[in-house]
């Protein structure tokens, strides 16, 4: 493995690297932004949340044992 350190600055290639992943995430990002269904700017309301809930009776506690 020290071989290949010969062979590329490390520096170099650690840069290299970092803006790699850097403009790898932005992208993903910005393809995340350009659906609507994962647009999390723009302020769409999620369909599953706003669900309606039927009154349920109110539990009553009990004593275990």
Do not use: C
């Not at 850097?22 to 999620?46: K, M």
């Amino acid at each position: 493995m020290w071989r290949i350190w010969m062979v590329f600055d490390p520096r170099k290639t650690l840069v290299v690297q970092g803006v790699f992943l850097f403009s790898l995430a932005v992208l993903i990002h910005f393809v995340l932004l350009s659906t609507d269904r994962y647009n999390w700017l723009e302020g769409n309301p999620v369909g599953g949340a706003a669900m309606e809930t039927s009154e349920l009776p109110a539990a009553t506690p009990r004593m275990l044992g």
